[in-house]
């Protein structure tokens, strides 16, 4: 689709691009190209580990559960922490080949890439009895689709002339249509659940997360959907939801939690950089990276300020009540670990590592980072002693050394990479851990893993200029140049 937005799109991508590759040929003081190579390796056998366990045991289902070498069919899960209205014949939609495809190019493997494009374009659907996270699906599957699509249609990825005539990206268009009803509400707030195959659910909940609602996710993807396939409707839909979450929010500029999507009322008002708003502020300035928006860069621009005044204390976010800015919460959840790496993208390095610096402490005290740590009490929260194997501090870490060429940040993921292959390597892959006062393990490779956290670690110590940064974060939007050309 072409026109001066996606040309400014264009621009601010190429930008970005030329700034990292530039970043990437600059030498890393105080590491040994030897070095270099043995951890790039290291990681390269920690994808494949997790990839080929995933294709032997668990492909075409969602994800891998490595201890028993099964399988979980897992979307309609996510999101789901009470379980709820779990579908009764859904079989899978091959979730974690969806999230690797961009990883497959980034390590090079594009014959694998080719097999996994073919097969996804004869075999999957979403004509399926099952109801999703909107969020979840949107940034997991949509977004994959979308940057496997691009990447398919470029003329590096190699793909056998002829074979790929745009099939994943009648699958992203047919998921995307599948979400608009979700819009469909007085407010323009999207429902948090929507069923594949019929829509939103007679009773379904009204409430949903600031994350999940608006966050500029939406508006990557669907923007991105609307641009390849010339149809409005998404980037349409999203933006208008977006800008009514704005509306919301305090004087202070802070948006709370959660909310109802029919009345627009809030119902959880204190807020921070964590689960449930995270996503609102790392996106947003990613959709201003992508399509050049000033509109977005206001938002993005009054939210950071209003963090840094009302969450910070020191080198640490606490929450506070939108409407007083008065802190009520002191804690850190592994998801605010995404903020240092955020920082950078706005400059802000004294700060994003000063912040970085407290997260790999308390990753270094336990080995993995906690879900939630108590900053007021110096203990972990009683329940939610797990390590999902989640990637924001590894991708963090990339951004800081990316900006710094700091070697201690070449440390610090090479501690990272010693840790998850010491506690969460098992003969059938990686296994989350239930508990990192013990390090029991948990049944369960999240699909993540191989799109981001194997990706964030192997781009700290890749030599190549030539490979593209690959975090779904990121690496969906920077997929995104070519097709915004």
Same mark, same amino acid.
């Given at each position: 689709?072409?026109?001066?937005?996606?040309?400014?799109?264009?621009?601010?991508?190429?930008?970005?691009?030329?700034?990292?590759?530039?970043?990437?040929?600059?030498? /890393?003081?105080?590491?040994?190209?030897?070095?270099?190579?043995?951890?790039?390796?290291?990681?390269?056998?920690?994808?494949?580990?997790?990839?080929?366990? @995933?294709?032997?045991?668990?492909?075409?289902?969602?994800?891998?559960?490595?201890? +028993?070498? +099964?399988?979980?069919?897992?979307?309609?899960?996510?999101?789901?922490?009470?379980?709820?209205?779990?579908?009764?014949?859904?079989?899978?939609?091959?979730?974690?080949?969806?999230?690797?495809?961009?990883?497959?190019?980034?390590?090079?493997? @594009?014959?694998?890439?080719?097999?996994?494009?073919?097969?996804?374009?004869?075999?999957?659907?979403?004509?399926?009895?099952?109801?999703?996270?909107?969020?979840?699906?949107?940034?997991?599957?949509?977004?994959?689709?979308?940057? /496997?699509?691009?990447?398919?249609?470029?003329?590096?990825?190699?793909?056998?002339?002829?074979?790929?005539?745009?099939?994943?990206?009648?699958?992203?268009?047919?998921? !995307?249509?599948?979400?608009?009803?979700?819009?469909?509400?007085?407010?323009?707030?999207?429902?948090?659940?929507?069923?594949?195959?019929?829509?939103?659910?007679?009773?379904? +909940?009204?409430?949903?997360?600031?994350? !999940?609602?608006?966050?500029?996710?939406?508006?990557?993807?669907? !923007?991105?959907?609307?641009?390849?396939?010339?149809?409005?409707?998404?980037? /349409?839909? /999203?933006?208008?939801?977006?800008?009514?979450? %704005?509306?919301?929010?305090?004087?202070?500029?802070?948006?709370?939690?959660?909310?109802?999507?029919?009345?627009?009322?809030?119902?959880?008002?204190?807020?921070?950089?964590?689960?449930?708003?995270?996503?609102?502020?790392?996106?947003?300035?990613?959709?201003?990276?992508?399509?050049?928006?000033?509109?977005?860069?206001?938002?993005?621009?009054?939210?950071?300020?209003?963090?840094?005044?009302?969450?910070?204390?020191?080198?640490?976010?606490?929450?506070?009540?939108?409407?007083?800015?008065?802190?009520?919460?002191?804690?850190?959840?592994?998801?605010?670990?995404?903020?240092?790496?955020?920082?950078? =993208?706005?400059?802000?390095?004294?700060?994003?590592?000063?912040?970085?610096?407290?997260?790999?402490?308390? %990753?270094?005290?336990?080995?993995?980072?906690?879900?939630?740590?108590?900053?007021?009490?110096?203990?972990?929260?009683?329940?939610?002693?797990? @390590?999902?194997?989640?990637?924001?501090?590894?991708?963090?870490?990339?951004?800081?050394?990316?900006?710094?060429?700091?070697?201690?940040?070449?440390?610090?993921?090479?501690?990272?990479?010693?840790?998850?292959?010491? @506690?969460?390597?098992?003969?059938?892959?990686?296994?989350?851990?239930?508990?990192?006062?013990?390090?029991?393990?948990?049944?369960?490779?999240?699909?993540?893993?191989?799109?981001?956290?194997?990706?964030?670690?192997?781009?700290?110590?890749?030599?190549?200029?030539?490979?593209?940064?690959?975090?779904?974060?990121?690496?969906?939007? +920077?997929?995104?140049?070519?097709? =915004?050309?």
């Amino acid at each position: 689709m072409a026109g001066a937005g996606s040309a400014a799109a264009s621009r601010s991508w190429l930008l970005l691009v030329l700034l990292l590759l530039s970043a990437f040929a600059a030498p /890393a003081a105080g590491l040994g190209s030897a070095k270099k190579v043995y951890m790039r390796e290291k990681v390269r056998k920690m994808f494949y580990h997790a990839y080929e366990n @995933y294709m032997v045991h668990a492909f075409p289902h969602d994800e891998l559960k490595p201890l +028993t070498k +099964t399988f979980t069919d897992s979307l309609s899960e996510l999101g789901n922490l009470k379980l709820e209205r779990l579908p009764q014949n859904y079989n899978g939609s091959a979730l974690t080949l969806v999230e690797s495809l961009s990883s497959l190019v980034v390590l090079g493997n @594009y014959t694998e890439f080719e097999r996994g494009v073919l097969w996804l374009s004869d075999n999957l659907t979403f004509d399926v009895d099952a109801r999703v996270n909107l969020f979840e699906c949107n940034i997991r599957v949509l977004g994959g689709l979308v940057s /496997a699509h691009i990447l398919a249609t470029d003329s590096k990825s190699r793909l056998e002339h002829g074979l790929y005539k745009n099939q994943l990206l009648d699958l992203a268009r047919d998921l !995307g249509q599948r979400f608009l009803p979700a819009f469909e509400t007085p407010t323009g707030l999207p429902y948090a659940w929507i069923n594949l195959k019929y829509g939103v659910m007679e009773d379904e +909940t009204t409430e949903t997360s600031t994350s !999940g609602c608006a966050s500029g996710s939406l508006i990557l993807e669907m !923007g991105a959907l609307s641009r390849l396939t010339g149809d409005p409707r998404f980037q /349409a839909a /999203a933006l208008r939801a977006l800008r009514k979450l %704005w509306s919301m929010r305090s004087p202070l500029n802070l948006l709370g939690t959660t909310l109802d999507v029919v009345t627009g009322d809030w119902i959880e008002y204190s807020s921070g950089v964590g689960a449930g708003v995270d996503s609102f502020y790392e996106y947003l300035i990613k959709a201003y990276i992508l399509f050049g928006n000033d509109e977005f860069w206001d938002m993005f621009h009054s939210s950071y300020l209003a963090v840094q005044k009302y969450f910070r204390h020191g080198p640490w976010y606490h929450e506070a009540d939108m409407r007083t800015g008065k802190a009520t919460y002191w804690q850190l959840t592994s998801l605010q670990a995404f903020w240092p790496g955020l920082q950078i =993208l706005v400059g802000d390095i004294a700060a994003a590592n000063s912040s970085h610096r407290e997260f790999f402490y308390v %990753w270094d005290k336990f080995g993995v980072l906690p879900e939630r740590y108590l900053l007021d009490h110096g203990m972990l929260h009683p329940t939610e002693k797990y @390590y999902p194997l989640r990637p924001e501090l590894a991708e963090s870490t990339f951004y800081l050394y990316q900006a710094t060429r700091d070697p201690w940040y070449m440390e610090v993921g090479e501690t990272i990479i010693n840790s998850l292959n010491y @506690y969460t390597r098992v003969d059938g892959g990686f296994a989350s851990v239930r508990d990192v006062t013990t390090m029991e393990l948990e049944d369960h490779q999240h699909s993540f893993f191989l799109s981001e956290t194997t990706m964030s670690l192997l781009l700290r110590v890749t030599l190549c200029q030539s490979e593209v940064p690959g975090m779904r974060n990121f690496q969906r939007l +920077t997929f995104l140049l070519t097709g =915004l050309q």
